[in-house]
């Protein structure tokens, strides 16, 4: 799978750019094709934010709390979550397996002036060469996973000692069906038939069980839960859909 | 008329059309939340502060004057303020009615001690609340306030906006903010709509020196005519504000000084003691005009760009705070988890959260308005019963003055912006 990971810059193509450009706009409208994401985005930047402030001891009133943190992001995509967490002063380094987003991410991020490191690739390449991040992201990411044991094992690996990790997923629960692929898919047309596959949902257990055997210290889930009278996202207690985990990697 | 924009382009975070009290409020409120912005008013900073130029004083909230005090504008203006202690509503011709009509047995009281230990709020001349707020601006490295200055054109874009000024210079910003006023035309300009209703009474201001003082006691009296205040300023002072069918005000207006001083000691009454009009007086009409839209992409209404509401409570400007209260708490918030301030999504949660409140009140200003402005007797019945019902209910009349005093909101204190509960953003 070792692709050849080469960078935009060196190979200039005007209609390549062009293609990019439109797909950044595509993935950066807040009404457009990835609304529910935009919607999705501020409650959990502000939960990383303050799990991060909380975990290292930032202050939490500065633009740039996570000033020289190295962050890896999987699952970019369009860099919804990469670029603010860059504004928010990390390092990151981020992976899509999908190189097209990879393209779409690094153009919009030119064009924003945002240093991020994209690469496309998988955390299991990525891992041959045994970075060490402070921070692992894992948002919206095990559920479309082959093997969620081998995928959770090779991010903690990653990550440093004393290092922690934050995931963002949806349980396997009846009420995710319905919500999640019913209602969002079908129902609402949030989100395009196929995006979810429920039997992929993951349950906190799961997670649990595929960290701790690698040193990993997994904290109970936290709820996201949707309010449609307002149509925004909030912390909530009710981990039965959207949910959200935060595990530390033991060491100094 | 320069036509040399490169050499004179700014970029900025937000972009502040409008700096009266509701746009320099908001560009020091952004500042406490780490935010830069560039103000822009139409008028020179030094006449707005002229004892002749906004003889209007303003009956600041408690919850507002909490926000004051973060901002920094409160220490420079707390000699300047007066605090209201009791307000005190009746339906009558004053505490020393006389002629038809009379005293009416029903009157509402408003104590603060009911509801904690502030005041319910101060009043304070909009000068001096100007002159605070340019010393607070002038400390902010964080704020650069163009004036007196046009804005002939805004330019909306996915990426920005883009500002070209009267002297053809730029300004770039993630998002537009519109405090200019009743007649904004930024709004105007993008085709905002707004609804509109006149009442055809006209609000005439004056200030009036008494021989006794006045013991931070406000009084509000419902006539047939319309609403008349008697609002404490400091010393034996106080604020006079009274309401004429639109038709009649030019003739008070015209008065000579005697005359007006007769006016003026009829509708003030004797309680405390000889009245004198000083200084200047001022005539606006009363209208109420709300906008259809507060928010676009990457723009925002704030103050009376969106909702001018009758004066009849004293809530014009403080729903403009609260406005700004709610506003700056999200451009931070969204700035500090890295997203872009001017993203329609946070607008939207921003007029989602003002909405309810400034509609509220405007029409609660509508009915009182209508309810009050005549004297066909079972209305005035109904409406000295009323008044007579919410003070016989301490709870009732504590709601009343929370909302005043904006210390209320849905769901309670929590779901008050942090400005509002004095905390820091």
Redesign the interface.
């Known amino acids: 799978m070792a692709k050849a990971t080469e960078k935009l810059s060196t190979t200039v193509d005007p209609d390549e750019i062009a293609k990019f450009s439109a797909l950044a706009a595509e993935w950066w409208d807040p009404s457009g094709k990835f609304a529910p994401l935009h919607k999705f985005n501020p409650v959990r930047l502000g939960f990383i934010r303050k799990t991060l402030c909380e975990y290292f001891g930032r202050d939490m009133t500065t633009r740039t709390p996570l000033k020289g943190l190295g962050v890896l992001d999987i699952g970019c995509g369009g860099g919804l979550l990469s670029e603010p967490v860059t504004r928010m002063g990390a390092l990151v380094t981020a992976v899509d397996a999908a190189e097209r987003n990879i393209q779409t991410a690094q153009t919009h991020a030119n064009e924003q002036g945002l240093e991020i490191d994209y690469r496309h690739s998988t955390v299991e390449d990525l891992a041959l060469s045994n970075p060490q991040f402070d921070v692992v992201l894992n948002m919206e990411v095990v559920e479309h996973v082959a093997d969620v044991n081998l995928f959770l094992g090779t991010c903690a690996q990653v990550l440093k000692p004393g290092g922690i990790m934050i995931i963002a997923t949806l349980n396997r629960t009846a009420k995710a069906f319905a919500l999640a692929v019913v209602g969002a898919e079908y129902v609402l047309g949030w989100l395009p038939r196929g995006t979810h596959h429920a039997d992929k949902f993951v349950r906190p257990g799961e997670i649990r069980d595929a960290l701790t055997p690698h040193g990993m210290e997994p904290q109970p889930p936290i709820g996201v839960s949707y309010n449609p009278l307002t149509d925004t996202w909030k912390l909530s207690r009710d981990t039965a859909v959207n949910y959200m985990m935060v595990a530390q990697k033991a060491g100094n | 008329m320069t036509n040399a924009p490169d050499q004179n382009q700014m970029k900025t975070e937000a972009l502040i059309v409008g700096g009266g009290l509701v746009g320099l409020t908001l560009a020091l409120a952004l500042a406490k939340g780490?935010l830069k912005s560039v103000v822009i008013d139409m008028l020179d900073p030094a006449q707005v502060t002229d004892a002749g130029f906004d003889g209007r004083v303003s009956a600041i909230a408690f919850a507002n004057c909490r926000m004051f005090r973060v901002l920094g504008i409160w220490e420079r203006l707390a000699s300047k303020a007066q605090p209201i202690n009791d307000i005190v509503v009746s339906d009558s011709r004053g505490p020393r009615a006389t002629g038809k009509g009379g005293a009416s047995p029903f009157f509402l009281h408003f104590d603060h001690k009911e509801i904690g230990n502030e005041p319910l709020g101060h009043l304070i001349e909009n000068r001096h609340i100007r002159i605070a707020q340019q010393a607070a601006v002038e400390a902010e490295p964080l704020i650069t306030l163009i004036a007196p200055q046009t804005v002939p054109h805004v330019d909306f874009a996915?990426?920005g906006v883009t500002a070209t000024l009267g002297d053809g210079s730029i300004v770039q910003a993630a998002v537009c903010y519109a405090c200019d006023g009743r007649g904004s035309r930024t709004r105007d300009a993008q085709g905002i709509k707004t609804i509109s209703w006149g009442y055809n009474q006209t609000g005439i201001v004056t200030t009036v020196e008494h021989e006794r003082p006045h013991d931070g006691v406000a009084q509000e009296y419902f006539m047939p005519v319309g609403p008349f205040a008697i609002l404490p300023m400091t010393g034996n002072r106080s604020s006079l504000v009274w309401t004429e069918p639109t038709d009649l005000a030019p003739a008070f207006m015209a008065l000579d000084d005697a005359a007006f001083a007769e006016e003026v000691a009829n509708r003030f009454g004797d309680f405390l003691g000889q009245t004198k009009p000083v200084g200047p007086r001022w005539s606006y009409p009363l209208t109420l005009q709300l906008a259809r839209e507060y928010v676009r992409p990457r723009l925002a209404l704030v103050g009376d760009a969106a909702h001018g509401i009758h004066p009849i409570a004293g809530q014009g400007l403080n729903l403009g705070l609260r406005d700004v209260a709610v506003l700056a708490e999200i451009a931070t918030?969204?700035?500090?988890?890295?997203?872009d301030i001017g993203?329609?999504?946070?607008l939207?949660?921003y007029e989602?959260w003002r909405r309810f409140d400034n509609v509220a009140l405007a029409a609660g200003t509508d009915v009182l308005t209508k309810l009050f402005s005549n004297d066909i007797a079972p209305v005035r019945l109904a409406r000295d019963i009323g008044l007579g019902i919410v003070n016989e209910i301490p709870p009732l009349r504590r709601l009343f003055m929370r909302h005043a005093g904006g210390g209320l909101a849905l769901g309670g204190e929590k779901n008050l912006p942090r400005l509002l509960r004095g905390e820091?953003?």
């Not at chain 2, 918030?333 to 997203?339: E, I, K, P, S």
């Not at chain 2, 993203?343 to 946070?346: F, G």
């Open positions: 780490g996915d990426d918030d969204t700035a500090r988890v890295g997203l993203n329609i999504q946070s939207k949660t989602r820091v953003l």
